[in-house]
Nanobody, 120 residues
Framework: QVQLVESGGGLVQPGGSLRLSCAASGSSFSINAMGWYRQVPGKERELVAHTRDGVGANYADSVKERFTISRDNTKTTVYLQMNSLKPEDTAVYYC??????????????WGQGTQVTVSS
C-alpha cells in the first residue's frame, strides 16, 4: 500500500503562484511515474502534468509555460509549481502515483485532493 499526502492548495489572486506537494510513503514500494490531475464539478478529471523520472515531463496545453512538475532527490515527493494562475485553473488537484508493491503489483494511487481557488 502506498499513501499519498498532498499540501499547498489555497486561495490566490489571478497572476499569483502556488506550489503543491505530494509525499508518498509506505513499505517496500517502487515508483514509476508521478503526476497531477485536476477536476472541477461536472467535468472529468484531467491531466495537468506527468513525469516518469523527474526530468522528462508532459503538460496539458492549458498550463504549458506556467506550471512546472518536479520530484525530490528521493523520488518519493512530487511538486507542482504553478505560476501566472488564472481563474480557470480553479479546481481540486489530485496527486497520482503509479507504483509497485509486492502485495498489489503495479497500481495507480491517488491523493485526497487539494483545493486551488484563483479569484480576486
Amino acid at each position: 500500500q502506498v499513501q499519498l499526502v498532498e499540501s499547498g492548495g489555497g486561495l490566490v489572486q489571478p497572476g499569483g503562484s502556488l506550489r503543491l506537494s505530494c509525499a508518498a510513503s509506505g513499505s517496500s514500494f517502487s515508483i514509476n511515474a508521478m503526476g497531477w490531475y485536476r477536476q472541477v464539478p461536472g467535468k472529468e478529471r484531467e491531466l495537468v502534468a506527468h513525469t516518469r523520472d523527474g526530468v522528462g515531463a508532459n503538460y496539458a496545453d492549458s498550463v504549458k509555460e506556467r506550471f512546472t512538475i518536479s520530484r525530490d532527490n528521493t523520488k518519493t515527493t512530487v511538486y507542482l509549481q504553478m505560476n501566472s494562475l488564472k481563474p480557470e485553473d480553479t479546481a481540486v488537484y489530485y496527486c497520482n502515483v503509479y507504483a509497485f508493491t509486492s502485495a498489489r503489483g503495479w497500481k495507480n494511487y491517488w491523493g485526497q485532493g487539494t483545493q486551488v481557488t484563483v479569484s480576486s
